[in-house]
C-alpha cells in the first residue's frame, strides 16, 4: 500500500529550491538560521547538500552551519515522516501524564522520540510546550492539535491516521 | 448603508486553545450555519478570554444588545444556538457562559445570563494586558483603534520628549515580566544614555517556561499592543529597528504579528517619519529554532545574528554592546503589552495597583491538577489561595486535594498549598522558596510525585543547557542522574546532601541565569517535600503512585469501590474485573503503564 510513496520519496536532492531561498536572503544581515528554515520547510529536513550550498553562498566554514544546526532542536539532518507526531511534554502535560502518553505511542508504533517508522509515515517527536497548557494533555499531529488526550485515544488517533493511508 | 454598530456579530475563540479545544471545527460551521439560516452577521475569529478550559467559546452580538458568550460549543450546537438566539431572540440557557457590559450606556443585556463580573473566574480579575484579548479581532485594524488602539502612540509622537516618556514608565513602577523583574524606566534610561547613532529594540517572544503561554494569548489576541510598546520604546531609547524573537512553536502569534506589522506600516505607525514626528522605525520577525536559552538575552541576541545560542558574561550588558555590538534594550511581551495603558492611564495611576514592591497587574498561566485552567490577570499581591481557590475553583479532582503549586518553571520553586496565604510579589514569593518567574502556575495534587517533578525539570535543564560552562552542562547532568536513582528506588540517604552541596555549588559558578537557577525545583522540593525524598530512598517507596520502578501494580481491596473504570484503559487486558467484583492485576500481561492509576477515582491501586 505505501510501497509507491516510498519509492517516490526523491533520492536526488533537488538544490534549484536551495538556489531560490538563498537570492532572496542572501544579503540580509544574521540571515543564516532563516535560511536554514526555509530550506527546512522546502525539504522536511536539511539536506546536507543544501548545509554545503549555504556554507559556500554566505562564504562561512560549513562546521559554523552543522553547528547551528546540531545546536537548534527545530533542525533536521534526516527525512521525517509524512506525520509528525508530537509529544508535549512541558510542565502541565507533564503533570497532567503526558509520560504515559509518550510511552503508549511509542510502544503502539514502536518507534522511540526523535526516530520514524519503517514505512516513512510517522514520526514521534517531543516538544516543550506549544502553549495550550489548560487543555494537557496535547499530542499534535502535524499541525492538528489534540487537546486533552488520555493513552486510551492514541491508539483511535493513529488508527485514524493509517486509514487515510490505506 | 448599515454600519457595523446594525449589523449582527458572531465570533469564535481562534487562539492556538481555542482551536485546539475544536474551534477549527466550530468556525467553517457557524459559517455554514448562517448561510443555511439565512442570516447576515459579520463573522470574526477572536483571541482568548482566558477560560481556555471552556474552549471552543463562541460570542454573539445583536444590534443594540450585550455580547453573550456561549462555552464548549461544538459542531452540533451551533445551528442550535444560532437559531435561538438570532431568530427567537432566547438564550441556550445550557451552553451560555455569560454576557458582557457595554461601557455603561443604555445596556440592553439578556435577563438570567450572569455577567462576565458575577462569575468567580473573572470577578477577581484585573484587565490591563487581557483587556482586548478575545475581545476585538487581532486581524482587525479598525477593532483595534475603537479600543484606544494606537493613541499613546500619538499621545507621545507628539507631546512627549523621549525623557518625559522614560520618567512615566519609571514612575509606573513597571518591572519586567520576563522573569527577572527589573525596573522598566531604568532599563530604557540606561539605553537611552548610551551613545550611537544605532541603536536596537527588542522584543523578547520565546516564551521558554513550558506551562506559560501568557505571551502567546497576548500576541495571538491583541498583536498591535506589542507593537505599540515597541514603538514607544524604540522612541524612548533611540532605536530605530525593532525585533521580535518569536518562538518557533507559535506559528499563529507569528502570522498575528506580520498581520499587524503590515497594518502599521500602512497607517504610518511604522516606517519613516511617524505621525510627521521625524521618527522612522522599523520592525523585523525572527523566529526561534527550538532552544530554550535562547529566551536568555545574550544568548538571544546571537540567535538574532545566526550563531548558536549561546550567553555570554555581562558586563558589557545590552544597554551598552547588545545586537550587532550596538546599544540594544530588551523587553517580554507582556511588559511591553503594558506600555500603551500606562501611557494612556499615567504612571502614577498606574502606580496605585499592585504592592509596595510590585506594581500594576500579573498575568498568569494556572495549569495542571485545577479544575478552570488558563490566563488570569490580577493585581500583585493577591494571595495565592485566591489565585488557586476563588478564581480558578481548586482541585479538579473531588477525591485528590492540591499539594502544592510550581511557579517560575525550570527556574522557579514549589510551593506547599499549606502555605497558599503567600502574596504574589516578587519579593514574597523568592523568600517563599519560588519566584514570580514568567507567571506559570502548575499546580500538583497528591498524585503528583514531588521527586519526580524536580526530575522533570532537571532533565529539562540538562538537555537545555547550552553546554558552555562546565557548572551547568556537567553538574545537572550529575543531580539529574542521582534523581533518576532516586526514582528509581536506588538512592541513598547521602544523595539528599549531595544534591544540595550540587544544587549550590551550580548556582554560585554557572555563567548564566539558566545554570544559576537550575538547581532551584530540587532545592525547593528538598526544603518542603524532603519526607518524599526519605521514602523513595529508606521505603523504596513512592505515595504519589507515579514512580513505576517503586510501585507494585495491586489492588487495595479495603478501597477498591468494585466500579470497573480501571478497566478500559488498560491496553493489553491484564486488569481484570467482573460486575460487583474487586478488580485485579495480572502481572503477567501487566505492562506497568499506569493507565489504571491514572483512570481510578479513589487511588485504590498502588
Ligand atoms: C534561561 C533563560 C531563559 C529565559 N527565557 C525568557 C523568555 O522566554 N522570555 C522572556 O521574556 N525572558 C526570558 N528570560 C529573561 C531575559 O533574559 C530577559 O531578562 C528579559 O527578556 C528582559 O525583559 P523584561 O525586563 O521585560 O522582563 C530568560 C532568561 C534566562 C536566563
Ligand atoms: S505544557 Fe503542554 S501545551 Fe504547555
Avoid at chain 2, 477525591?399 to 525550570?410: C, D, R
Wanted: proline share 5%; hydrophobic share 35%.
Amino acid at each position: 500500500m505505501c510501497a509507491n510513496k516510498a519509492t517516490t520519496l526523491e533520492n536526488e536532492i533537488d538544490l534549484g529550491k536551495t538556489e531560490k531561498i538563498l537570492e532572496k536572503y542572501q544579503t540580509i544581515k544574521g540571515a543564516l538560521i532563516p535560511i536554514l528554515q526555509k530550506v527546512q520547510d522546502e525539504y522536511g529536513y536539511v539536506p546536507e547538500e543544501a548545509a554545503y550550498l549555504v556554507a559556500d553562498r554566505l562564504g562561512i566554514y560549513p562546521s559554523q552551519i552543522f553547528g547551528v544546526l546540531t545546536f537548534y532542536t527545530q533542525f533536521h539532518l534526516k527525512p521525517r515522516g509524512k506525520y509528525i507526531m508530537k509529544v508535549c511534554c512541558g510542565t502541565a502535560c507533564h503533570v497532567k501524564g503526558a509520560p504515559g502518553i509518550l510511552d503508549r505511542l511509542q510502544a503502539t508504533l514502536n518507534v522511540q522520540a526523535g526516530e520514524t517508522t519503517a514505512d516513512n509515515i510517522f514520526t514521534v517527536e517531543r516538544v516543550n510546550c506549544i502553549g495550550a497548557c489548560s487543555l494537557a494533555p496535547i499530542i499534535v499531529v502535524n499541525k492538528d492539535a489534540h487537546a486533552k488526550v488520555v493513552s486510551d485515544d492514541v491508539a483511535n488517533i493513529v488508527n485514524d491516521l493509517k486509514a487515510r493511508e490505506a | 448603508m448599515a454600519t457595523a454598530k446594525d449589523r449582527i456579530k458572531v465570533l469564535v475563540g481562534m487562539a492556538t486553545c481555542g482551536q485546539a479545544a475544536g474551534g477549527v471545527k466550530v468556525y467553517p460551521e457557524v459559517e455554514r450555519q448562517l448561510k443555511e439560516l439565512g442570516i447576515e452577521a459579520d463573522l470574526n475569529a477572536v483571541g482568548c478570554i482566558g477560560c481556555c478550559s471552556l474552549e471552543p467559546l463562541m460570542d454573539i452580538v445583536m444590534p443594540g444588545r450585550t455580547r453573550v458568550t456561549y462555552k464548549q460549543v461544538d459542531a452540533e450546537k451551533v445551528g442550535k444556538i444560532l437559531q435561538k438566539h438570532i431568530k427567537e431572540g432566547e438564550i441556550d440557557k445550557k451552553s451560555v457562559l455569560a454576557q458582557m457590559h457595554t461601557n455603561g450606556k443604555d445596556e440592553n443585556p439578556y435577563e438570567g445570563v450572569p455577567f462576565f463580573d458575577e462569575i468567580p473566574f473573572f470577578a477577581k480579575q484585573r484587565k490591563i494586558v487581557l483587556k482586548r484579548c478575545g475581545y476585538i479581532d487581532p486581524k482587525s485594524f479598525d477593532d483595534y483603534i475603537a479600543m484606544d488602539g494606537y493613541k499613546a502612540v500619538t499621545k507621545v509622537l507628539k507631546e512627549m520628549t523621549q525623557q518625559q516618556v522614560i520618567d512615566e514608565v519609571t514612575k509606573s513602577g513597571l518591572r519586567g515580566r520576563g522573569g527577572a523583574g527589573f525596573p522598566t524606566g531604568m532599563k530604557w534610561s540606561f539605553a537611552s544614555k548610551s551613545p550611537g547613532p544605532q541603536k536596537y529594540f527588542i522584543c523578547n517572544a520565546d516564551e521558554g517556561d513550558p506551562g506559560a503561554f501568557m505571551d502567546r494569548s497576548v500576541l495571538e489576541g491583541d498583536p498591535h499592543a506589542v507593537l505599540e510598546g515597541m514603538i514607544i520604546g524604540g522612541y524612548a531609547i533611540g532605536a530605530n529597528t525593532g525585533y521580535i524573537y518569536c518562538r518557533a512553536e507559535y506559528p499563529l502569534a507569528i502570522e498575528q504579528l506580520l498581520v499587524a506589522i503590515d497594518d502599521a506600516n500602512k497607517h504610518g505607525y511604522l516606517g519613516k517619519n511617524i505621525l510627521g514626528s521625524g521618527f522612522d522605525y522599523q520592525l523585523i520577525i525572527k523566529e526561534g529554532a527550538g532552544a530554550f536559552v535562547c529566551g536568555e538575552e545574550t544568548a538571544l541576541m546571537a540567535s538574532i545574528e545566526g550563531f548558536r545560542g549561546m550567553p555570554r558574561s555581562r558586563p558589557p550588558f545590552p544597554a551598552i554592546k547588545g545586537l550587532f555590538g550596538k546599544p540594544t534594550n530588551i523587553n517580554n511581551v507582556e511588559t511591553l503589552a503594558n506600555i500603551g495603558h500606562i501611557i494612556l492611564m499615567g504612571g502614577a495611576k498606574y502606580a496605585e495597583i499592585g504592592t509596595e514592591k510590585t506594581k500594576g497587574t500579573k498575568v498568569f498561566a494556572v495549569t495542571g491538577k485545577i479544575k478552570n485552567p488558563g490566563l488570569i490577570e490580577v493585581p500583585a499581591g493577591i494571595q495565592l489561595r485566591e489565585v488557586l481557590i476563588d478564581i480558578c475553583g481548586g482541585s479538579d479532582r473531588k477525591n485528590v486535594q492540591i499539594k502544592a503549586t510550581q511557579l517560575g518553571g525550570p527556574s522557579g520553586g514549589c510551593i506547599p498549598f499549606e502555605h497558599a496565604e503567600t502574596a504574589i510579589d516578587y519579593e514574597s514569593l523568592i523568600q517563599a522558596g519560588a519566584i514570580m518567574g514568567s507567571g506559570g502556575v502548575v499546580v500538583m495534587d497528591e498524585m503528583n510525585c514531588m521527586v519526580d517533578v524536580a526530575r522533570y525539570f532537571l532533565n529539562f535543564t540538562a538537555e537545555e543547557s547550552c553546554g558552555k560552562c562546565t557548572p551547568c552542562r556537567v553538574g545537572t547532568k550529575v543531580m539529574l542522574d542521582i534523581l533518576e536513582r532516586i526514582c528509581r528506588g536506588e538512592g541513598e540517604m547521602e544523595d539528599i546532601q549531595k544534591l544540595e552541596d550540587l544544587g549550590n555549588d551550580i548556582k554560585a559558578a554557572s555563567l548564566c541565569a539558566l545554570g544559576q537557577t537550575a538547581p532551584n525545583p530540587v532545592l525547593s522540593t528538598i526544603r518542603y517535600y524532603r519526607h518524599e525524598y526519605e521514602q523513595h530512598i529508606k521505603d523504596k517507596f513512592c505515595a504519589a503512585t507515579v514512580c513505576v520502578p517503586l510501585l507494585k501494580f495491586e489492588v487495595r481491596e479495603d478501597v477498591c469501590t468494585k466500579c470497573g473504570l480501571c478497566k478500559k484503559p488498560c491496553p493489553t487486558d491484564a486488569l481484570v474485573w467482573e460486575k460487583k467484583q474487586t478488580a485485579r492485576i495480572n502481572h503477567a500481561t501487566c505492562t506497568k503503564c499506569r493507565a489504571c492509576i491514572e483512570a481510578c477515582p479513589f487511588r485504590a491501586i498502588k
